[in-house]
């Protein structure tokens, strides 16, 4: 059986995995160019994208296991056909995902980017920072990530509204809420968290109308998807004062161009979608990677951990 593999840290995961699947054929690759006619014979795909045009010869494809929790890169490949299998890495992001939450909540509270701004002209300017204690902060997307995230705000002593289609009990969430309850809980939020998966219930679900309602000195942090966000009511927002600013780590399009406004926005942070990164990732991922390799070489392919429902 041939495994490609298609990421940055490709030859890591081969020298982990040889060892312990002898019989398989494990190709490495950092990026498609390298791929070759590798992709006609691969039945099992380890990738957090690929293009279409190498699904497209992917004849032998069987399995896809998604480096990444979302999927939607993968899903929504035209060539990809319905009895490939697809399994997420779902349930590891955790600790990244909730720490970089708490770095650009700290980042713009304390205004980081003026006080860096400054560093680079040699001013001297203080001011008072705000706290992140006792302030409220709504988490759309309460899943493993939007847990994590609940539970580092518990600790600075922030009370925390959760925001789900599944409403369950969570000794760090101290009111929970569903999507119809967003515009009558977010005027009393100080940040609002996005973590929810792209769906068609959530695609621009953050617009004028949910934008209006905010504090004019609340900030979004968007560490989730981009297209959760509709990106012109949110330039709008900030340009005009309704809402205090915002850190993004995904958008609509990525990279993001270079001429987008957010680049610019003085009220904006700007990341290039490095939340869910970490630098124990590959450490992260082989354990449920191998696990699924085993179940899938013993014939168990209904029981592959966070197999995707397409």
């Known amino acids: 059986m041939d495994l490609l593999i298609l990421d940055s840290s490709a030859v890591d995961y081969k020298k982990a995995l040889e060892p ?10 950092t990026s498609e160019a390298e791929i070759g006619d590798v992709i006609e014979k691969a039945e099992v795909l380890f990738a957090t994208r690929i293009s279409d045009a190498l699904i497209q010869k ?4 069987k399995w896809i296991q998604a480096k990444t929790a979302g999927v939607d890169a993968l899903v929504n490949l035209p060539s990809l056909r319905k009895d490939v299998l697809l ?15 708490i770095l650009l909540m700290l980042a713009l509270n304390r205004n980081l980017p003026q006080v860096i701004r400054n560093q680079e002209q040699r ?10 204690f006792q302030k409220k902060v709504g988490i759309l997307g309460v899943g493993a990530i939007g847990e994590a995230i609940a539970q580092k705000c518990k600790a600075f002593g922030m009370r ?17 809420h569903g999507p119809d309850e967003l515009l009558q809980v977010l005027p009393e939020m100080d940040y609002l968290i996005i973590v929810a998966p792209l769906t068609r ?16 000195s609340a900030f979004l942090i968007n560490i989730g998807r981009g297209e959760i966000v509709d990106e012109e009511a949110l330039i709008a927002a900030l340009k005009t004062g309704k809402i205090a600013g915002a850190a993004l780590d995904a958008f609509s399009t990525e990279p993001l161009p270079k001429d987008h406004p957010f680049w610019t926005m003085k009220n904006v942070i700007v990341t290039p979608h490095v939340g869910g990164l970490s630098d124990i990732y590959v450490d992260q991922a082989l354990p449920i990677f191998e696990e699924n390799l085993h179940r899938f070489l013993r014939g168990e392919r209904e029981t592959l951990i966070n197999l995707v429902e397409r």
């Open 20 to 29: 312990k699947f002898p019989d398989l054929s494990i190709f490495a690759s």
């Open 58 to 61: 992917a004849s032998h494809l």
């Open 87 to 101: 399994t997420s890495m779902r349930g590891i992001h955790g600790p990244q995902m909730s720490e970089m939450a």
């Open 123 to 132: 001013i001297w300017e203080r001011w008072a920072g705000r706290l992140l």
């Open 160 to 176: 925390v509204y959760g925001i789900d289609i599944l409403r369950r009990k969570m000794e760090a969430i101290d009111s929970f």
């Open 201 to 216: 219930q959530t695609h621009r679900l953050i617009g004028t109308e949910a934008l209006s309602v905010m504090k004019s």
